[in-house]
Every structure is written in C-alpha cells, then in structure tokens.
C-alpha cells in the first residue's frame, strides 16, 4: 500500500511535520506528494526540504502539470483541484493508498498494513449527522443523478482514508472522473439560485458512490485519529480554542488507537506565541524535532 498527500505552499511548514513523523513512526512505504500550485512553483525549495526525511522511506513529488488537467480552469483549482488530485493520482498507482490531509501526522508507531482491510476513514457515516463543512446531503442528491442511482444514506469520509485501486481503475476505465466529480458551471449556478448557497464537490462521496456495492462488506475500524477543526472551535475566544486542543491531544494520548493529529490552520492562526510553545512542547515530547514558527 501507498501513502498520498495532496499539499500547497501554504500548508509547507504542514507537511515537513508530516515528513518528520513518517520518518519517525510509519514503516517504510512509497510516498506520493502533489503539490498543488502552478505558477508560484518552487520545486527545488521542496525537495530539498522534505529529502532529509526519506531515508527509511521512497517519495515522488507530481504537481498539476503531470496530470490531465486544464491549468486555464480557475474554478478546478486550491481547494477544487486538491479533491480531483486525490482520485486521479490513481492513474499512476497500481495498489491501494491512503491518503493524508496535509495537516495529518502520525503521534506513534503505525503501518499502512493496518488499514488493509479498511473501507475509506474505517467510519460510515449517516446523512444528516454533524461533520464540519457544506451540507454534503445536496452533493450526493447530484450524483445519484450522476450515476442514475438511489441517492445514499451513508457515505464514506474523513482521513486517513483507504482508496481500494482496483474499484477506481475499474471506475476509471469507463468514466471520466472530472465530469463526475464538479458539477457544470450550470448546475452550480442553478443551485446557487435555488438555494443562495454554493453546491460544493467532495471527491469522498464520490468515491462513497463508487464503492457502494462493497458497503456490505464493511467493517468498522475504531477511530485512530483527531483532528481539531474549526467546527471545534467556532464562536470561542483564543483561550477557549486553546483548552480545546489542549483536550483533543489529551484524548489522542489517553487512547493508544489514535495514530495520527491534525490541526486545521483556521484553528493555529487564532493562537497567541504562548500558545504555539505548548504545542511546540507537546511536539518535542513525541520525539519530534519539528518547531511551529510564530505567526
């Protein structure tokens, strides 16, 4: 199995902690990285800074360039671009993956062989209940009609998230996953003027759809990892938000489960200097070397 991150040049100093606690806790496996930017593009500045970290593993850095995207497309692009990259990098890999949000990193000792039997986050989750982001209902409702199917009262989500290979080149081979993936500028227009909101995509319902004749085969696997977004923190002031992380790396070190953190950078940017040193403690603590720079 393989690992994928999708990245940009905002979330570097993201992912160099990721580096690091992949060289740390995660068995050798291959890394594939897409950095997605197209004209502030330093390649260099990323090799050299994430080379140090691969000696007990492999990596590959790919940007939009290696992938048959149109550049011209705005609207494909940052957030857009980063949920068409992680289906599409499928085109270059012939095993499963698990793909990384880039603010993940792992807190202790893990393998990809513990996610072999995984069906996405290992988690389904039910329409209706509370996950940060758009009203992802409306996003299915589309692509039933995408797919001329019923729509789905689950669906897959979160990272780390367990792509099968062989469902999505089989998917791969008869459709075209940008066409399926955003809706036309139409459809999203019409939406907008129905419901004066935007009609997001979200490449793991997507992927839900593909794989939904395997939900019977579904297993649970307990929930190995935390991530503090900015749901957790909505309306709190800088002391709350801090008590709160402060709690979500207490549960990650009370419960052995939990493999991998991650920290929305909505969240980090509200925090004081002082603030940033407890997490930097807590880092260090780990075993990390990696140091957040203040804001």
């Known amino acids: 199995m393989d690992l994928v991150t999708i990245t ?10 990721q580096a690091e606690s992949i060289q740390k806790f995660l068995e050798p496996c291959h890394h594939w990285i897409v950095i997605n930017e ?11 800074a994430l080379s140090k970290f691969y000696t007990k593993h492999t990596y590959k850095i790919l940007t939009p360039d290696d992938f048959s995207m149109d550049a011209t497309a705005y609207r494909y692009r940052k957030w857009y671009g980063q949920q068409y990259f992680k289906l599409a990098i499928s085109k270059f890999i012939n095993k499963d993956y698990l793909i990384l949000d880039t603010k993940s990193f ?9 996610w072999y039997d995984t069906m996405g986050s290992g988690i389904l989750h039910k329409f209706g209940e509370s996950i940060d982001g758009p009203p992802w209902e409306d996003i299915s409702l589309h692509y039933s009609k995408v797919f001329n ?17 062989d469902l999505l080149k089989k ?11 955003y809706p ?4 999203e227009q019409n939406y907008f003027e129905l419901k004066d909101k935007k009609l997001f995509p979200s ?22 990892f935390l991530y503090v977004v900015p749901a957790h923190v909505r309306d709190k002031n800088e002391t709350q938000i801090l008590v709160e992380i402060m709690r979500k790396i207490l549960d990650s070190e009370r ?20 603030h940033v040193d407890y997490i930097n403690k807590w880092l260090t603590k780990l075993g990390l070397n990696f140091q957040f720079n203040y804001k």
């Open 8 to 17: 940009c040049n905002r979330d570097f100093q993201f992912m160099l902690l």
């Open 38 to 48: 197209y004209e502030d593009l330093d390649i260099e500045k990323w090799q050299n």
């Open 106 to 114: 792992f807190i202790r000792p893990d393998s990809l062989t513990n």
């Open 149 to 165: 199917t019923e729509p789905l009262t689950h669906f897959l989500f979160n990272v780390p998230f367990k792509v099968n290979i």
């Open 171 to 181: 998917y791969n081979r008869t459709r075209n996953l940008m066409d399926d993936l």
């Open 184 to 187: 036309t500028q139409e459809e």
């Open 203 to 224: 490449e793991f319902i997507l992927y839900s759809y593909i794989a939904r004749e395997h939900f019977n085969d579904y297993k649970h696997k307990e929930r190995s």
């Open 255 to 274: 419960n052995t489960i939990i493999t991998t953190f991650a920290l929305h950078p909505l969240v980090f940017n509200n925090l004081s200097n002082k």
